[in-house]
């Protein structure tokens, strides 16, 4: 694997052994510095596992691991409070208001703000930026379940993190809300944080993704954009077309090629045009399949750094 001096997370060979059951075989991946890096998986592929030994909560059983630098297994508490985490669910005390619970824990991390270190988010900002300011003032246990999530969100990142884990982030989120929390994540991400998150959203993956891992088995079987996984699986684009009342459908591999010569041939007479690749969850239920039936899995794709804008 190549190493660049942006990889934030950098990952080789790594295995975790439970008893005499592999859970994780020789996975290796990267995230570099602002990147939104998908995880996904179905139940049991190990994702959960490799999250934590990247948060520094499990020990590996082999394999090199660099988070921020250094080793999960042994960092300190300087390097803890430059990471953000937002599990599914957590405890906490319904009593305390948001306001208060915010500044309190922005506390725990101006000990930590160095040159190297952002400082705390203002927790009027923070509270702004997850869309709660008019349920600031409000007890944890009056919220709902999408406004409680977004209070786990916050919490993340109250020390604005260089490295922030996003564990089904918006399980319970209204369309609204969601939308909303992409934006955040955006945001985010093009102020250098790097996320990697986990779901089983599919449609969230797209949207949100640089890159996407596909982690089946205990094994990196894809890494990739969505579009690039999806080319790489199809290989074949479907177009649709309506020419003089009759609906047409051809598949090719030269998606652009085939439309240009159709404009050329009967111009202004097409109607109704869809050019439509394989989506990611065909090419996701593909690559599993692939694998849980023990066939050849797809080597893991390395497309380098994103580009452009989202």
Avoid at 35 to 62: D, Q, W
Avoid at 189 to 194: G, M, N, V
Avoid at 217 to 239: F, K, M
Wanted: charged share 30%; with cysteine.
């Amino acid at each position: 694997m190549n190493h660049d001096v942006d990889d934030v997370i950098q990952v080789e060979g790594l295995r975790m052994r439970y008893g005499t059951n592999d859970v994780l075989h020789n996975v290796a991946f990267r995230a570099g510095k602002g990147e939104v890096v998908c995880l996904l998986g179905p139940n049991g592929a190990g994702k959960t596992t490799t999250i934590e030994i990247l948060e520094g909560f499990r020990m590996r059983s082999a394999g090199r691991v660099s988070v921020l630098g250094e080793d999960p297994a042994h960092a300190g508490e300087d390097w803890r409070a430059r990471l953000g985490v937002v599990l599914q669910s957590w405890r906490d005390h319904g009593k305390w208001r948001v306001r208060e619970l915010l500044a309190h824990l922005g506390e725990f991390y101006a000990p930590y703000s160095t040159a190297s270190i952002r400082r705390p988010w203002d927790t009027d900002e923070l509270i702004d930026a997850v869309g709660l300011t008019e349920h600031a003032g409000k007890k944890i246990r009056m919220l709902s379940g999408g406004q409680r999530r977004r209070l786990d969100v916050a919490i993340g990142i109250v020390g604005r993190p260089e490295l922030l884990f996003l564990d089904e982030p918006t399980a319970g989120f209204d369309p609204q809300a969601r939308r909303d929390f992409h934006d955040l994540v955006h945001r985010l991400a093009d102020d250098d944080i790097t996320i990697l998150l986990t779901t089983h959203d599919l449609d969230e993956a797209e949207k949100l993704a640089d890159r996407i891992l596909i982690l089946t088995g205990g094994r990196i079987v894809a890494d990739g954009s969505a579009d690039q996984l999806s080319r790489q699986i199809s290989g074949e684009s479907e177009i649709r077309w309506t020419l003089g009342g009759q609906r047409f459908v051809h598949s090719t591999t030269e998606a652009t090629k085939y439309v240009h010569e159709l404009f050329k041939q009967h111009g202004d007479a097409i109607d109704d045009l869809e050019v439509r690749r394989a989506s990611l969850e065909d090419t996701y239920m593909t690559l599993v399949r692939q694998a849980e039936s023990g066939g050849e899995a797809v080597a893991a794709l390395d497309f380098g750094r994103k580009v452009g804008t989202r």
